[in-house]
């Protein structure tokens, strides 16, 4: 991704965050929320400040300009907040139906896991992301199945930047290793997280697709490994129907055969 292409993804992605986003944010909150670098992301702030995207209070924290967030045309927010809005009543059907986190997530630029929205288990022992915006792509459910129906070559220039940092004893640290387990992903539709990232928390996650067929997000459920063991069959079900109620929905409601669905999309509704 050139240069330019990249500062334009971001400053997208910052108004997408501040549309999103409830109350006023410093630097540091928009640089942890996206992962961006400090400097970069400060004259992208004070870019928008200045065009009148954004407000600057006394105390440094950075809010999105009223006349934006109440536009009658939907823009504030864009892709994330059209994406939002349909998964938000499937994500709440899925925790009222199987009790556990339910997570929707898209990827960045470097390929890194941002969450869009997260939706907490009502149970005392759970598995909780609401604090949580980033996470890393070769060690979590929703990363592996977002960088299985990625393009090649973006994989591979993650793949050549990725350390491989091993956060438990289960988490995979070879690039032959997840390059085979993006084949088993792109093939069932799916992925499996066994405590790659955290120990005692497994879950599950499909992608999601826009209506060119490319990845636009995932949908992941998580939960406890001794819980996610009982109830595999039913979170992938659940994941499976999920997603493709959430495709329907961003592409108006067309069905299947009049959507012109990719293999791999099929692949996951199925």
């Not at 640290?173 to 066994?194: C, F, K, M, N």
């Not at 959430?246 to 299947?256: A, E, F, V």
Request: charged residues 25%; proline residues 4%; contains cysteine.
């Amino acid at each position: 991704m050139s240069e330019n292409v990249k500062s334009a993804a971001r400053v997208l992605d910052i108004l997408e965050y501040f549309g999103t986003s409830d109350g006023p944010k410093y630097l540091k909150d928009v640089v942890q929320a996206l992962g961006f670098p400090k400097s970069s992301t400060l004259m992208l702030l004070r870019t928008l400040e200045a065009r009148g995207y954004l407000d600057r209070g006394a105390d440094d924290r950075y809010l999105f300009n009223p006349a934006f967030r109440g536009s009658a045309h939907g823009w504030v927010g864009g892709h994330l907040l059209t994406l939002a809005r349909a998964a938000e009543p499937v994500m709440r059907g899925l925790v009222d139906e199987l009790q556990e986190t339910t997570v929707l997530a898209v990827l960045t630029p470097e390929l890194d896991v941002r969450i869009v929205s997260s939706l907490t288990s009502p149970l005392v022992i759970r598995y909780d992301l609401s604090k949580t915006t980033m996470l890393p792509a070769y060690c979590s459910a929703l990363g592996q199945a977002m960088l299985a129906f990625s393009r090649t070559e973006d994989v591979e220039r993650y793949i050549a930047r990725c350390t491989f940092e091993p956060l438990t004893e289960h988490t995979i640290t070879e690039p032959v290793v997840l390059r085979q387990r993006l084949d088993e992903i792109r093939a069932r539709g799916w992925s499996l997280h066994d405590e790659e990232r955290v120990s005692g928390a497994s879950g599950a996650a499909v992608p999601i697709f826009n209506a060119a067929g490319d990845v636009a997000a995932g949908l992941n459920i998580a939960t406890v490994t001794e819980r996610f063991q009982k109830k595999r069959d039913m979170i992938v079900a659940g994941l499976r129907e999920g997603a493709e109620t959430i495709m329907q929905k961003l592409r108006g409601g067309y069905r299947d055969g009049a959507s012109g669905l990719t293999d791999a999309q099929a692949r996951v509704g199925s």
